[in-house]
């Protein structure tokens, strides 16, 4: 049987301590990881958009994507808030790769995500926000929502970092029957 050599056998043992603190940084990572900040998590947990526009409470929508960069960003700030605020307020999530909120995307006109619409406790839209918000903004609009107090200059439609969005499909606006066949 033959020996492995000296330099052979430092280069195994280094790979060897390589792989093994990269496995013990992965699971340390994962395990440190808040999975209750993932979009798909929320998404789980937010209000259905028809029970929120009626239950008598303000309502912030979010249109988002599992894709979206700004949107992901947003995640751990929008679950905190969302933790602070969710007794006072609705929040419900629409996915805009889900063509069932197709209708939605279209009367928001939603062109670019994250897009944000804040609504009064009758379900009236009062400000509509495009892109990433500072936490320290996005706070002081649901305050102002949950107190029922109007909503300042920085309320009215901004826009912050998106991800370009178009949908699939566009709704037709005319008031065709089926049988027509968009003739």
């Not at 940084?25 to 259905?48: H, I, M, W, Y």
């Amino acid at each position: 049987m033959q020996s492995t050599p000296a330099p052979q056998r430092m280069r195994n043992f280094a790979i060897v301590t390589i792989a093994i603190i990269l496995v013990v940084a992965l699971a340390l990572g994962v395990r440190a990881q808040n999975f209750t900040d993932s979009l798909e998590t929320q998404a789980k947990q937010a209000q259905p958009i028809d029970i929120a526009l009626s239950n008598g409470k303000p309502t912030l929508m979010e249109f988002y994507a599992n894709w979206c960069t700004s949107c992901q960003a947003m995640a751990p700030d929008l679950a905190a808030i969302k933790a602070e605020f969710s007794d006072r307020i609705n929040f419900s999530m629409l996915n805009v790769d889900n063509t069932k909120w197709l209708p939605e995307v279209t009367k928001y006109r939603v062109d670019g995500i994250p897009h944000f619409v804040f609504f009064d406790n009758k379900g009236e839209v009062l400000a509509q926000a495009i892109g990433e918000q500072p936490r320290q903004i996005l706070t002081a609009k649901l305050t102002a929502l949950a107190t029922g107090t109007a909503l300042t200059d920085t309320a009215a439609t901004t826009a912050g970092e998106v991800s370009k969005f178009t949908p699939k499909v566009v709704p037709s606006d005319s008031n065709d029957t089926p049988r027509a066949h968009g003739a």
